[in-house]
């Protein structure tokens, strides 16, 4: 969808062409003296619209709005969610009638935040996939204009929230299709098809670079697969070459059967979206490259299947991890953290500032959590409240659980360093446990998403979270000291060579 910011009031509309106008509409509207204005105090007062958050007005052929159909709708004190919900509502209710070109006017103040959750509910109300149908109508809203009455003034918000959305698309797109369409292979091409962009460096290593790196626990999960693993490595390089990176690494399981701790049948179906986290990083290198910003960014997916085989991964194996530690693994369903656990530890090369590992990894997440916010843990304070910080601002929220090692008990093994599962208790905690071992030498934070990546039932589908999130605490972090991260573990030595091609086949 293209978007275009203008400086545009209600007395300006009369000259606007769009199919639909929507007018945005605060609680303490002064009525002006243009033609809209007088008619929204007209329906104010006679209680045909108030402008609470959701409250819309269809009106059609208005005096004094140049578009066939103008829609009023509250945004109650103007804060972006309700703003959000206005949107959402007045483009709901115009969508049947074909609408191609759309204006939003903010009839009172625009905020950096009203203006950015404006352009978020457009792309959202009229996002389709068409990926897989043969007959699908293609998103009918191709262009919007967002009036506001200084358009110099949200420039910045602007331009971001439109980078956002790519992102976000990105992230949906890859993380709706079915998983015959999204192979690790595909999803590497998709990787690679982001180096088309200014700064952007992506690298694609196979199985056999993997085996020989010394990543069991990753190799261990993809050996019961017909699909040959990637391992994928993206680099946006915008800052100084000294300046240490943020490495995001993301849970790239393309469909997650449980292996032969196999998952029952019921809905089996959403574990193609047991990808979101590397839909997540794909998503905000797309935003990246878009957005130019000036710093460091690492992106890291480990990408596979988890199947149930001859040759699959049996309760009980014990495999060494990159990082030497032996890991027993009782469950085969506990894959994302396996996957996970080698990825971290080859983060440590990067020598990087701070590290974020995104995952759809525990249904107790979504128990404790459901889908409203995102499960956020981090040892680091101040990492924990800087994406605390950018999660509100995104409105792509996250809330913070503990990490006492006490929940790591559960986690002994009696045949090796670790074991991949503990009991049923505080399963997300547990979780974030187990990679915490693989993620000492570097500041870390783990996000879960397993409750905010997908909704299911009727909508079902991505929501692109958490791009959203990550690239405003990547934004947030530019021109903030970014000295070479010390790290607290000695840097792993580098290989001789890390492959850069991929081997086909295994
Ligand atoms: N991908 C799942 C987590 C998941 C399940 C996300 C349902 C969203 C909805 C993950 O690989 C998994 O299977 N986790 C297990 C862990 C358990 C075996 C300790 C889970 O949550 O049941
Ligand atoms: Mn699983
Ligand atoms: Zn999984």
């Not at 457009?122 to 967002?146: G, N």
């Not at 918000?157 to 015959?180: D, L, Q, S, T």
């Not at 889908?371 to 680091?380: H, M, Q, T, W």
Request: net charge positive.
């Amino acid at each position: 969808m293209n978007f275009e910011l203008k400086t545009l009031g209600l007395d300006g509309v009369a000259a606007d062409k769009s199919d639909a106008l929507i007018v945005l509409v605060p609680q303490d509207l002064k009525a002006g003296r243009d033609g809209l204005g007088q008619l929204i105090g007209q329906a104010a007062k006679s209680g045909d619209f108030e402008a609470k958050p959701g409250r819309i007005l269809s009106l059609y052929r208005t005096p004094g709005a140049g578009a066939v159909r103008t829609v009023l709708a509250g945004v109650g004190e103007g804060g972006p969610r309700h703003v959000r919900q206005a949107v959402g509502a007045a483009v709901a209710s115009v969508k049947s009638a074909g609408v191609k070109r759309i204006t939003v006017v903010f009839a009172g103040a625009a905020p950096a935040p009203g203006v950015a959750a404006a352009v978020q509910a457009l792309a959202d109300a009229s996002y389709v996939y068409t990926t897989t149908k043969t007959k699908a109508e293609p998103r009918a809203l191709a262009r919007a204009v967002i009036g506001v009455p200084d358009a110099a003034a949200v420039r910045t918000a602007f331009a971001e929230a439109v980078a956002a959305v790519a992102g976000i698309e990105f992230a949906k797109e890859w993380a709706n299709r079915p998983a015959n369409h999204a192979t690790p292979a595909l999803l590497a091409q998709a990787a690679k098809s982001l180096a088309r962009f200014a700064r952007v460096k992506v690298e694609v290593l196979g199985p056999r670079e993997v085996e020989r790196l010394g990543m069991g626990a990753f190799a261990a999960v993809a050996q019961g697969s017909e699909e040959p693993l990637r391992f994928i490595v993206l680099r946006y390089d915008g800052a100084a070459r000294a300046e240490a990176p943020v490495v995001l690494v993301g849970k790239g399981i393309t469909f997650d059967t449980g292996g032969i701790s196999i998952k029952p049948a019921a809905e089996m179906d959403e574990m193609k979206f047991d990808m979101g986290g590397a839909a997540g990083v794909l998503g905000t290198f797309r935003a990246l490259a878009e957005l130019q910003p000036r710093l460091n960014v690492v992106g890291l997916i480990p990408a596979t299947e988890n199947m149930p085989d001859g040759r699959a991964v049996k309760p009980g194996d014990v495999v060494t991890s990159l990082s030497g530690q032996t890991i027993e693994i009782l469950n085969t369903d506990a894959e994302g953290r396996l996957v996970l656990s080698d990825a971290l530890t080859y983060a440590e090369r990067f020598k990087p500032r701070a590290v974020i590992d995104i995952a759809t990894l525990t249904g107790a997440c979504v128990i404790a959590l459901g889908n409203v916010r995102s499960g956020l843990f981090s040892p680091d304070d101040a990492l924990a409240d800087a994406l605390l910080a950018a999660g509100e601002a995104a409105q792509d929220p996250a809330w913070r659980l503990p990490l006492d090692d006490d929940y790591a008990e559960g986690l002994k093994s009696n045949f090796a360093d670790v074991a991949n599962v503990a009991g049923r208790a505080g399963g997300s905690i547990t979780a974030a446990k187990f990679l915490q071992r693989f993620a000492a030498a570097y500041p870390w934070a783990h996000l879960d998403i397993a409750g905010t990546a997908w909704r299911g039932g009727a909508a079902k589908g991505s929501t692109g979270r958490p791009v959203g999130l990550l690239l405003r605490y990547l934004l947030d972090q530019v021109g903030t000291a970014a000295p070479a991260a010390a790290a607290k573990a000695p840097a792993r030595k580098a290989p001789a060579r890390a492959g850069s091609r991929v081997r086909p086949g295994r």
